[in-house]
């Protein structure tokens, strides 16, 4: 195993240690795409020769989608909620 495979491996274990369950869904959904980002690119750069950079492109890369998807979450719920509540005072 190669010293920047080694690092990554590490950070990616350090990471998923360092989630809490106090977190808020946005922190939770950021975190989960960080970690799974740079598990796929440390193992994409250990291919290409530089896992540790890998790590690093993937867990930024990871981070975005994240929270682009918790944005996406939010804005159904809202939705789902104006709805609901729309409905209930058309019911009445």
Do not use: E, K
């Amino acid at each position: 195993m190669t010293r920047s495979l080694r690092i990554a491996a590490l950070l990616a274990g350090g990471l998923s240690l360092s989630a809490c369950a106090d977190l808020s869904p946005t922190a939770q959904r950021t975190g989960t795409g960080a970690l799974g980002g740079a598990a796929g690119g440390a193992l994409i750069g250990a291919m290409a020769g530089n896992a540790g950079l890998g790590a690093a492109i993937g867990a930024g890369v990871g981070a975005a989608g994240g929270f682009a998807w918790d944005r996406h979450v939010q804005s159904r719920d809202r939705a789902f909620q104006q709805g609901y509540a729309a409905g209930r005072s058309g019911s009445r």
